[in-house]
């Protein structure tokens, strides 16, 4: 298995919502990460979790939560959002944190705030 | 921060053309990744490049790892209708975060 799963590929939410992201890998890789792609732009970092613990945090703001319940899987729990925040957010993981090796992003979840 | 300006912002060819894109930096990098990412799709990787003067070919693509590793280029030869896309150049240098260039979209014209 040389992907990287993410579901739902779509959502709508209202503000008022509450509403999770997942992404899974199952390629034994130990860091994974959050973008935001606004269109036409290059994605934008978000988190990263390295060996299961939140590592980078990009000053997102706390309607965006993070959750690594275990090495192959990551959520992104959406509270309160706001119509800006609509974009395409991709998941990827890489074989070590941060290293050298390419990173696998999965197919995103296009994010539409109502 | 890190910035890799990517050029041409975009690009109009005729089928069968060859492709040239590149990627420069005022910063080294020991790391060069190009993607390309298809309309409400993730990033898919084409080539990576590990070492400076290093040059990958993947079927049509080929890349290089420019010699004072704060460059790189992308070809792609003899373009056919699925080439359309965008383009990004990506770099790593250490334990820094992964820095995307600002993207190149190829489009075929009829």
């Known amino acids: 298995d040389t992907e990287v799963t993410q579901t739902p590929k779509h959502l709508v939410m209202g503000m008022t919502n509450k509403k999770s992201l997942k992404c899974e890998q199952h390629?034994?890789?130990?860091?994974m990460y959050w973008y935001k792609q606004k269109a036409k732009k290059p994605p934008e970092l978000m988190f990263v979790y390295s060996y299961e613990k939140l590592s980078i945090n990009e000053s997102v703001p706390s309607r965006f939560s993070p959750e690594c319940p275990n090495s192959s899987l990551l959520n992104l729990h959406l509270h309160a959002l706001q119509p800006e925040d609509s974009a395409l957010y991709l998941c990827?993981?890489?074989?070590?944190?941060?290293?050298?090796?390419?990173?696998?992003f999965g197919s995103g979840t296009r994010l539409t705030v109502v | 921060g890190q910035q890799l300006n990517q050029s041409p912002q975009s690009m109009f060819i005729q089928e069968g053309e060859d492709v040239s894109m590149n990627c420069t930096s005022s910063?080294?990098?020991?790391?060069w990744l190009w993607y390309k990412q298809d309309p409400g799709e993730g990033p898919v990787l084409l080539i990576a490049?590990?070492?400076?003067?290093e040059l990958t070919s993947n079927g049509r693509l080929t890349a290089q790892f420019g010699i004072t590793r704060k460059d790189s280029f992308l070809n792609i030869s003899a373009s056919i209708p699925s080439d359309v896309g965008i383009y990004f150049c990506?770099?790593?240098?250490?334990?820094?975060?992964?820095?995307f260039g600002t993207g190149t979209r190829l489009t075929i014209i009829p």
């Open positions: 910063s080294i990098f020991n790391t």
């Open positions: 390629m034994g890789h130990r860091a």
């Open positions: 990506a770099a790593l240098f250490g334990n820094e975060k992964l820095t």
């Open positions: 990827a993981s890489s074989q070590e944190p941060l290293g050298q090796g390419g990173y696998t």
């Open positions: 490049l590990y070492k400076a003067g």
